[in-house]
């Protein structure tokens, strides 16, 4: 699919239900952080964590988000298109995003489906984790919310001239040049384990 640098997709007819799909990038990250450091509040408050447990399970869980990100958008979001209901919904969740990536309104789920996704894997974690889930799950909503950061700055800004300058190439790779390659978009990390990083020219 062609990217197309203008403009942005209609997914609705229904308005109300269009509206839902647009959110300015502030929100869902502002809300995200908050729920995390209202998490590690919490279970620090009561008792569920101490402090190093916190630090610990908190960085754990940014990296089990990274893990989601990656497998979330090589495997949902660039899902095989072999029947059209699979490529109505690939396209309802990413391949809009890849015909028009400069759409800064739809560059995050609208933050009522995030947050239905994100009471989910609380749900999950804690009968993994148990009374550590606030400290994953506080890690797990950061890295969304820091994933919600660097991609909103990719797809609005020119090259950074900072450390946030190698992921802004890598995520234009994945749009520009290649869509199998690149999907770790806050971090490079999976590309690198799972064999899907671009190659690049010397």
Known sequence: MKPNHKGQAQLFENPFLEKLTR??????????????????????MHSFINLVQAVGFFFLGWLIFTLIEYLAHRYVFHMDTDTPFKSRVQYL????????????????????????????????????????????VAGVLFGYAMYLFVHYVVHAYAPPKNFLKQLWIHHSIHHYKDPEVAYGVSSPLWDYILGTMPKRSK
């Not at 391949?95 to 749900?123: C, Q, W």
């Open 23 to 44: 959110t300015h990038i502030a929100l869902p990250i502002s809300i995200f952080i908050i729920i995390a450091v209202g998490l590690l509040y919490y279970g620090l």
């Open 93 to 136: 969740f990413h391949g809009n995003h890849h015909e028009f990536p400069k759409d800064k309104k739809r560059l995050a789920m609208p933050p009522v489906v995030s947050i239905l996704y994100a009471t989910m894997f609380f749900f999950i974690f804690e009968v993994i984790f148990g009374q550590y889930v606030f400290g994953v």
